[in-house]
């Protein structure tokens, strides 16, 4: 088992724990920034989680990806 396989391992056993984080530091920064920010913190902590569900899905293998599968040459849809 290769280093990124206990990384996604972990991710995945620990994704509930993550995600709690992921929303704690969310609501800080929001507090200490008294909210002028709302908009662009719960945008970047939506993306922090697309990444920690990506890292066990992957792209091109299932919902969470964050690309095309490796070697797809197809363009994306407009």
């Known amino acids: 088992m290769g280093y ?4 996604k391992k972990a991710v995945d056993d ?15 920064a929001d507090k200490r ?14 993306k922090a989680r ?10 091109g293998k299932g919902d969470g990806g964050t690309g095309p599968a490796a070697g797809d040459s197809t363009p994306p849809r407009s």
């Open 4 to 7: 990124l396989d206990k990384v």
């Open 33 to 46: 920034t008294g909210g002028k920010h709302t908009t662009k913190i719960n945008k970047a902590s939506g």
């Open 50 to 59: 697309d990444f920690v569900r990506g890292l066990n899905t992957g792209p």
């Open 14 to 28: 620990h994704a509930d724990q993550i995600g709690s984080g992921i929303d704690k530091v969310a609501n800080l």
